[in-house]
């Protein structure tokens, strides 16, 4: 007997479906400097800046995209035990699918994870360190909202790119 035939009714909605990237958030002198990219000519925010980030691949996990994703754009190797989660940021991009982003903050060291190099100048034009106040333009909204995330006790941002700004930023309870 079907949920219709017994007279319940079955409501089903449609499931949400999101893209998921990973955001490396990499600081280094006293947490006042960020690695930033500025993106080449390619699909999302060419010809703005952003952090080092790009998608989990299927079968991943956040932390090993994140790794791959590290090496891939920057050469460096970093090691799961210097990896701190920062938050998530959920995005809702008018026309396209949401996108949630794993932020992870690493505090940098040369000795430990090498030099930061533009390993895929096809779609990274260039890297360079900027200050956390003082970011290049323009720099991207989606971005934007995990590096604050990344520098704010916050652990989830909900990020409408038409205010450009994070919707809400929420904390998380302590657990005891």
Not at 17 to 25: M, T
Not at 52 to 76: C, N, V
Not at 119 to 146: H, I, M
């Amino acid at each position: 007997m079907s949920a219709t035939e017994s007279g319940v009714n079955v409501i089903r909605r449609p499931t949400q479906v999101a893209a998921l990237d990973v955001f490396l958030v990499l600081l280094r002198d006293a947490r006042s400097q960020v690695l930033c990219g500025l993106r080449g000519a390619v699909d999302f925010a060419a010809g703005q800046w952003g952090l080092p980030s790009g998608k989990i691949e299927t079968g991943e996990d956040p932390f090993a995209a994140l790794l791959r994703e590290t090496r891939e754009e920057t050469g460096l190797l970093l090691q799961l035990h210097g990896v701190d989660p920062a938050g998530v940021v959920h995005a809702r991009f008018p026309g396209e699918r949401p996108r949630v982003g794993f932020v992870f903050a690493v505090e940098y060291d040369s000795a430990a994870h090498g030099e930061p190099n533009n390993t895929e100048p096809d779609k990274c034009d260039r890297l360079a360190w900027y200050d956390v106040g003082a970011l290049p333009t323009p720099f991207e909204s989606y971005n934007q909202a995990a590096l604050q995330l990344a520098l704010s006790p916050a652990n989830l941002a909900l990020f409408q790119p038409d205010t450009g700004e994070p919707a809400a930023e929420h904390r998380s309870n302590p657990v005891t």
